[in-house]
């Protein structure tokens, strides 16, 4: 049958580039099938961190850790804040950020290894090492040697005296303790808080210790002594200034004094010029003497009057003040006058008006009221004087005023440059008292020394080892080597470019999947030598006996799993082929070594055993693997059948069982024209002469990868089988190989998986594919073997 007339329609076509790219995508099923694949190298590397780890444990000597707690307190400090020059500010992150640099600063570590001497501590320079830092160490002195570098290389090292040479290693020593010593401190704020935690690690407890509590002291010390140097700056600086602002302040009173002596500005004690009190006691005066004339005046108008209305009226109308000195005798006379008119009335009453008493009684009642008459007319003559004194007295002081007006004017206008000067002479004092101020509290704070700083936690002997801790330690490690276990796996997934399922020949490949054909005897896959590499090959060679037994395998085990796979196989060509009287079906592979010809040899057993007229026939001229595998020893083979033109009875072997046709191939020297051969008009005739007897013509071509052969033979071929070993063939190369052979491939009928690995399969299958299930599979074959073993015997 020719190439033209091959259905077509029945072939799969090879997927699309993109297609493939979209089918790559790793779903979780995927993931979840990688982590079971790659399990045991996931374990075996958490297994080896975990063994790692405990040798980690085990090698690194124990570190304890001291811890101390300071704390950055503003309130210490009040009692000197309230009488201190500098503002308090609030502690922020800057701040806390720059207490932390501080104590790690080198002068601070310089104090601490001075103080403990830790330069010539051995367990602070030379600690306890673990065996990873031991094998650094020592990686590095190879380096440094052979860089030729050594403690000699010191600048200056070499010209010097031996006690210079000993000063300026102890100084290296001294510098390389300050800069361990900064490296190990850790220092760091505690939360959000104004606590800083200081904690240092070490192999000796007590070393550690004593140096966190004395980092802790010494960073106090130099708080204190921050603070004294500031406090006795700032009074330098004070006293100083002090000098210039009391010269400046002596300067400016002596001009305001000045310039008062200069323009008689004299002031009282409550600061008022003179000009201007007088003026106002004046003004005082004034108004003083107007309200005395006013008074003098009314008294005068009032007694005149009295006086004025003559002797009667004037008893009735004397209303002598207290304050006259002729007030006691008047009201004595009034007495006596209400006396005696009262003694009349009751003698007139008693004796009448004409009585001798009575007109007695009335003579000294008009005498009495005349005394009163004249007393009166001396007050008025009196207040008539006061009056005209006041009148005297107002005058004359409204023309001191009039002067004193005159005078003030002038000084009001010199007032106002005495008070410029004055408010500058009393700046320059305010300030001048103000700094004078500032440096006593100076000089009373360098006497009282507190710092913002204060030891909340002293350091304390640790009683455990603060690293390695064991558990840590071990579930990093186990973390660690789950993770290289993972990279592993991860590396070994991507590297896997191998057939493992039906569905990668369907989706890589575009081929139909045909079946698995499992390793024969159960041994594993790459034990033995395959039947179609070389006889010199270094691969562990079977016996004669087992190879013929391999390829009868089918013919022994026909209710096998692989011979199961090979009827789906003989169903799928017969399907594609249907209609043709005689099929020539080739076995091919891309590589060398894949069972190609241990299935084209059980193929042909297995159609011949089932009573199909079949003929095999070995067609790899360059490596007869089949006729080596098959112990056939012949001196004429397919090449000499076709050279001189023979047919196949001449050349050809009949098994007695299976009555199974067998043409060997002869392995002629270097002959290289195998392709030519197997292209050429006698192989032709050969073939065609064999379909007039034969149903099926098996042919064990050789591999497309290598030689061409099998392409010089498609034309005579109706349908190839591809043979593909599990977890060895690329996907790949497969199906570039086809790509580049089209002719071949749209006559492969179908592709098998061979030596597979059923144990392992199931691993490489889909959830719910068949592949989960070959245990079952295998169960049943078994039983239907037993069964079959029963019937015969």
């Known amino acids: 049958m020719n190439y033209a007339s091959f259905p077509l329609d029945k072939r799969m076509p090879l997927p699309s580039t993109e297609s493939e790219k979209g089918e790559d995508f790793i779903d979780v099923e995927r993931l979840l099938g990688m982590a079971a694949r790659q399990a045991k190298v996931v374990a075996v590397c958490a297994i080896i961190g975990v063994f790692l780890g405990v040798i980690y444990l085990q090698t690194t000597p124990k570190q304890y850790t001291s811890f101390s707690s300071v704390l950055i307190d503003e309130g210490l400090n009040k009692v000197v804040d309230d009488i201190s020059a500098a503002n308090v500010t609030v502690q922020t992150d800057a701040t806390i950020l720059s207490q932390i640099e501080i104590l790690t600063s080198a002068r601070l570590a310089s104090v601490v290894v001075d103080k403990l001497k830790l330069d010539q501590n051995d367990d602070f320079m030379n600690p306890p090492q673990s065996a990873l830092a031991k094998g650094v160490g020592l990686l590095r002195g190879v380096i440094t040697y052979f860089r030729g570098s050594s403690a000699d290389d010191i600048p200056g090292i070499q010209n010097v005296d031996a006690a210079t040479r000993e000063a300026m290693i102890a100084t290296a020593r001294h510098d390389y303790a300050v800069l361990k010593l900064q490296t190990d401190l850790q220092a760091a704020r505690s939360g959000r808080s104004n606590v800083i935690n200081l904690g240092y690690q070490s192999t000796n407890p007590a070393l550690a210790t004593a140096i966190t509590k004395t980092y802790a002291e010494a960073y106090l010390a130099d708080q204190l002594n921050a603070s004294f140097d500031a406090t006795e700056r700032a009074a330098v600086w004070l006293q100083g200034r002090l000098t210039e602002l009391r010269q400046s302040s002596q300067t400016a009173a002596m001009e305001v004094e000045k310039f008062r002596a200069e323009h008689g500005l004299s002031a009282n004690s409550d600061g008022q010029l003179m000009s201007g009190k007088q003026l106002a006691d004046l003004n005082a005066q004034l108004i003083i003497a107007q309200a005395d004339t006013a008074r003098a005046s009314a008294r005068y108008q009032q007694y005149k009057a009295i006086v004025d209305s003559g002797s009667e ?43 001798p008493q009575a007109v007695a009684l009335a003579k000294e009642k008009a005498d009495v009221s005349a005394q009163i008459f004249g007393q009166l007319k001396q007050i008025t003559e009196s207040y008539r004087n006061d009056f005209q004194v006041a009148q005297a007295r107002e005058s004359k002081l409204r023309q001191q005023i009039a002067a004193a007006a005159g005078q003030s004017s002038v000084d009001n206008e010199s007032q106002v440059k005495l008070r410029e000067l004055d408010q500058q002479a009393q700046a320059l004092a305010t300030l001048y008292q103000t700094f004078l101020s500032r440096y006593q509290e100076a000089s009373q704070q360098q006497t009282f020394p507190v710092g913002k700083v204060r030891i909340i936690s002293d350091a304390t002997m640790p009683l455990t080892a603060s690293s390695p801790r064991t558990l840590r330690v071990v579930a990093l490690s186990l973390v660690l080597g789950l993770m290289l276990g993972a990279g592993f796996g991860g590396l070994n997934e991507f590297n896997e470019r191998f057939f493992r399922t039906g569905e990668d020949v369907r989706d890589r490949v575009g081929l139909k999947f045909l079946g698995y054909l499992p390793v024969i005897g159960g041994g594993k896959a790459r034990d033995t030598k395959p039947d179609d590499l070389p006889a010199d090959s270094k691969v562990t060679s079977l016996s004669a006996a087992e190879k013929r037994a391999r390829m009868r395998a089918s013919i022994d085990a026909p209710a096998s799993m692989f011979a199961e796979t090979l009827r789906n196989a003989k169903i799928a060509f017969d399907v594609v082929m249907e209609g043709q009287g005689s099929r020539v079906i080739g076995v091919i592979s891309v590589l060398p070594g894949e069972g190609k010809s241990t299935v084209a040899a059980n193929l042909a057993g297995l159609l011949a055993a089932n009573g199909a007229k079949t003929l095999l026939i070995d067609g790899d001229l360059r490596n007869p693997g089949l006729s080596r595998s098959l112990g056939m020893e012949a001196d004429e083979g397919l090449m000499e059948a076709v050279v001189n033109g023979q047919t196949w009875q001449s050349v050809g072997k009949v098994d007695r069982q299976t009555k199974l046709a067998i043409i060997p191939a002869v392995l002629r020297g270097q002959f290289s024209h195998t392709s030519e051969l197997l292209g050429s008009a006698g192989m032709r005739r050969f073939i065609e002469n064999a379909k007039e007897t034969f149903e099926y013509i098996i042919v064990d071509l050789p591999p497309l990868g290598p030689v061409v052969d099998a392409k010089a033979f498609a034309p005579l071929v109706d349908g190839f089988v591809l043979v593909a070993e599990w977890g060895r063939t690329p996907r790949a190369m497969v199906r570039s190989t086809l790509e580049s052979e089209p002719y071949i491939a749209n006559k492969v009928v179908g592709a098998v998986l061979n030596k597979v690995n059923l144990k392992k399969l199931a691993k490489y299958g889909s959830l719910g594919g068949s592949e989960k299930f070959f245990d079952r599979y295998s169960s049943y074959y078994l039983e239907k073997s037993e069964t079959r073993a029963r019937q015969a015997a």
Do not use: C, M, W
């Open 313 to 355: 009226n004037a008893f009735n109308d004397s209303a002598i003040a207290a304050d006259q000195p002729s007030s006691s005798v008047v009201i004595g006379l009034k007495t006596r006058y209400l006396a005696i008119s009262k003694r009349l009335q009751d003698v007139v009453a008693s004796y009448g008006k004409d009585h």
